[in-house]
């Protein structure tokens, strides 16, 4: 029972891909790349030459108040530490509790199984 429950889910899971994927492959594409008349290497330079007449939304916002919100030419980097900086700190605090609890639980696990076989030695 448990392996069929086990080749159910992995079906579910592979179809609800599948699905995604051709579902994405039919969706307009956001940036195709054909309108962009700067070179990155000048947007790097010179991030107020970036044209965001064609933004919306909150991606109008981000691209037009970025820079002189946050002097960051990346807006990835912008967002993800200086607009959600408490969230990303939360995150990383989840992560390194996780890894040390993981550790401590292993570490307790290979301590135990080296008592019980040095008692058995003793033991014999």
Request: charged share 20%.
């Amino acid at each position: 029972m448990k392996k069929f429950l086990t080749y159910v889910s992995l079906a579910v899971i592979l179809f609800a891909t599948l699905t995604a994927a051709v579902k994405m492959s039919t969706m307009p594409r956001t940036y195709d790349g054909q309108n962009a008349t700067v070179p990155v290497v000048v947007l790097q330079q010179s991030p107020e030459s970036y044209d965001v007449r064609t933004a919306d939304g909150a991606a109008a916002v981000i691209v037009q108040e970025n820079l002189a919100e946050t002097h960051a030419v990346n807006d990835v980097t912008s967002i993800v530490f200086d607009f959600r900086g408490y969230d990303t700190m939360g995150e990383a605090f989840i992560l390194i509790t996780a890894v040390a609890g993981s550790a401590v639980i292993l570490f307790t696990k290979s301590v135990k199984k080296e008592e019980t076989a040095e008692g058995k030695e003793d033991a014999q």
